[in-house]
């Protein structure tokens, strides 16, 4: 059972979508995390590749991302919403799970909180058309939600039942433990709708934003990984857990090397999951 709960984001295998479906299923994954990009290719059409993921025996547990889509002056908004509806149209034809939600990285008019909540129901009530849940998670960088508890309180006034939060372990590198032990503890555990998971490429120095990622394994700089873990299992959390990596973390491997980075990270999860069983 805990094997099935971690999925696969395949944006940095190599390859386009068919290589990329075959490999996340000779690593015996029965869901993945996929994007807009991983659905583009110049050898196939956007239908052919979605045909494609609907033929493979592959769950879209999760799609990334709807960007930039809230905190802007309300002019922009309907804009963003057209976005997000064709980001819907796609995932309800690949029978996508989840739609992952970033914030605006600038915001010049100071958007406030309670201006995020109409568009957030809209977005949480359009999802709820397709069969697609809402999940979102704050960028560190974002003047307009750059932290957990300003996502929670929005959720909170957003009150819709199709709205669940991501957490991201990357995102929680600037915070304190104590900060970072408080949310966990904190947060309902049924608004919780996915944890994405990673390290940090090249150790354990000065973390900036744009920072390049790689598979958490064991010895690897993953910020919070093994708290995360041991905090959310202990209290219930029953949902998928996301094996993350940056697009350009593996240039030079070849795909057995690629396979091996992979199962590495598959039994560092496994094992702090059955840690926390055992407890």
């Known amino acids: ?40 290719s110049t050898d196939q059409t956007l239908q052919s590749n979605a045909c494609l993921l609907r033929a493979s025996e592959l769950k879209v547990a999760a799609f990334h991302e709807l960007r930039d889509f809230l905190g802007h002056p309300s002019h922009l908004m309907e804009y963003k919403m057209n976005l997000a509806k064709s980001n819907l149209r796609l995932m309800a034809e690949i029978n996508a799970d989840l739609l992952l939600v970033t914030p605006a990285l600038k915001n010049n008019s100071k958007t406030g909180l309670e201006a995020m909540v109409e568009p957030l129901k809209a ?47 990357i995102s929680l590198q600037n915070s304190s433990a104590a900060s970072v032990e408080k949310m966990l503890q904190a947060v309902p555990i049924e608004l919780i709708g996915l944890v994405q998971l990673s390290a940090v490429e090249g150790g354990s120095g000065e973390l900036t934003e744009n920072i390049s990622t790689r598979l958490p ?63």
């Open 1 to 40: 059972m805990t094997r099935q709960r971690i999925i696969l984001n395949v944006a940095f295998l190599p390859g386009n979508l068919e290589a990329k479906l075959k490999q996340a299923a000779a690593l015996e994954f029965s869901a993945i995390e996929i994007g807009n990009t991983d659905l583009t």
């Open 123 to 169: 977005l949480a009530m359009l999802g709820t058309v397709r069969g697609v849940r809402i999940g979102l998670k704050p960028l560190p960088s974002s003047k307009s939600l750059s932290n957990y508890a300003q996502v929670i309180s929005l959720l909170n006034k957003t009150d819709h039942a199709n709205l669940c939060l991501v957490i991201d372990n």
């Open 217 to 279: 394994t064991a010895g690897s700089f993953a910020p919070y990984v093994e708290r995360i873990i041991t905090i959310l299992e202990k209290r219930g959390y029953a949902g998928f857990y996301s094996l993350n990596a940056d697009v350009f973390s593996y240039p030079t491997f070849s795909g057995t090397m690629i396979h091996s980075a992979v199962i590495d990270s598959l039994h560092y999860l496994q094992k702090l999951i059955g840690q926390t069983d055992s407890q």
